[in-house]
């Protein structure tokens, strides 16, 4: 089972960018789908979460309305769509599985190697 995160780099403020998650000996469909990040310095944060089954959306106050979470299970992939990035989103940011958005992964759900977002002028 792989998760692969792609879709990071360098964007100036105000930017935006979009993240992958494609998913490898996995159906993602079956798993409610997170976003996290870690910045430099602080604790891993969860940044964005779609449900199984209803595809229910839930962010973080700091994304709210900037960011959009989606998937394609055609093509077995999770997206995050960052638009006007600050400074402050800059971290390395992890898709991971989970049984929904309430409990979060566990200790057999499955993470990304994570892509970094550094958002500097």
């Known amino acids: 089972v792989q998760l692969q995160a792609s879709g990071g780099g360098l964007v100036q403020p105000g930017g935006s960018l979009r993240l992958s998650c494609a998913g490898s000996?996995?159906?993602?469909?079956?798993?409610?789908m997170s976003w996290y990040r870690q910045a430099p310095g602080k604790e891993r944060e969860a940044v964005s979460c779609i449900s199984w089954g209803d595809e229910r959306t839930y962010y973080s106050d700091s994304v709210k309305g900037r960011f959009t979470i989606s998937r394609d299970n055609a093509k077995n992939t999770l997206y995050l769509q960052m638009n006007s990035l600050k400074p402050e989103d800059t971290a390395i940011y992890y898709c991971?599985?989970?049984?929904?958005?309430?409990?979060?992964?566990?200790?057999?759900?499955?993470w990304g190697q994570g892509t970094l977002v550094t958002v500097s002028s």
């Open positions: 000996r996995i159906t993602l469909a079956r798993y409610a």
């Open positions: 991971a599985t989970g049984p929904n958005c309430t409990v979060g992964p566990g200790p057999t759900d499955y």
